[in-house]
């Protein structure tokens, strides 16, 4: 695969991954990844200073799943809409068998009364296998914030 | 075509679309649609509820003119700037002769005395079809904006 | 070269120019030019006017290299980040041995104490060579901002 391919084919599962979340199709989104996985949530800080610990965290397709259940069944997600925009990835050396890419995101938020404000940006730190049907899925995705000023809404998958 | 030059050719026009209106060249922008076309700007709120009207509708080309050349009368457009960043492109299945994609997009606003803005985020649901001189262009570009609080210039193409 | 490699190679430079600046790995960010550059900093107002004057210039790599030395030495990056999302290159004509190429921007700021603000939005005018060592490289980068109104923290790259 060309590196210009796998931008592309990258550049595609970053817009599905959105496109889940986004469009309220939340249930789509663990598929996504892979079986065995890991999907975090932090801050710059945090990384820099080497803490583990994510304000999310989830290391299977099935902690994924219980969390998308979990999210419809405190029904938070019906009050206010994100949207992603995201940058074209950088590919950064790795296995093999893997691509692994960091790729800067944005996120903007609209309360159900209209305002928006700017929600999130930071980066994706990723590790990207094809799996067994042919897809690419997500065996690391690292979510890493910019801000560290974080909303009691950030249960919501970034 | 492959799925990687569709997505490029779809990245440029978009690229092209967002400089019409961003650079104030806003003569060209009714030339990026097919002479029998749909554009409309609506809500995530009407499009779910299934409301056919739009904030802005216009279905062939000679009517995007008409809005340009009434932008320039009533000289609205002067008073602030536009930056669009727009997503890459997510391909969903269409007719062989056409492109499907939807599009994440969102608009910035600038004001004459330096403010800025989050102006408008949602996502585009386009028709793409090769013209007869062999140029991509809108069948139709579905404008659906995440807020639906509209400021009185959203008379601006979007 | 295709436009598609053309356009996969310039979003791949960008790329790699926003995470120098944003990943705070400032050092690498000259590289990304020729040694007999161009870069400046203006805003649509002044461009449209023909003043030449930029807020930010350097006629060479050395006084980029400077620039980012006395950013160090005045500590001022320290105190907040920053996150370019970079959208899609638009292609423009010119000489054999360059790309000519329009590209807008937004840059994200986030303060120390987790505020986030629209720091800056506009467009890349950029010339762009292949450098002896077979990499591309900026011949040119012309930062024109949306917005008149400058913070005095402009020092720092865009």
Chains 1, 2, 3 share one sequence.
């Not at 932090?42 to 304000?55: E, L, M």
Request: glycine content about 6%; aromatic content about 8%.
């Amino acid at each position: 695969m060309s590196d210009a391919d796998t931008l592309l084919r990258l550049a595609a599962l970053n817009t599905e991954y959105a496109s889940c979340i986004d469009a309220d199709r939340l249930e789509e989104w663990p598929g996504l990844f892979l079986e065995r996985c890991l999907y975090k949530i932090t801050t710059a800080d945090n990384q820099r200073r080497g803490y583990a610990a994510g304000i999310v965290y989830a290391d299977s397709r099935a902690m994924l799943i219980d969390r998308v259940a979990s999210l419809r069944e405190a029904n938070i997600y019906e009050r206010q809409t994100y949207r992603h925009i995201i940058g074209m990835p950088g590919l950064r050396s790795g296995e093999a068998d893997e691509i692994v890419a960091e790729t800067p995101f944005l996120v903007v938020r609209t309360m159900r009364d209209g305002r928006m404000d700017l929600f999130a940006t930071g980066v994706y730190l990723d590790r990207v296998r094809t799996d067994a049907d042919g897809k690419l899925r997500f065996a690391q995705r690292l979510v890493v914030c910019d801000s560290s000023r974080f909303d009691t809404l950030l249960a919501i998958p970034l």
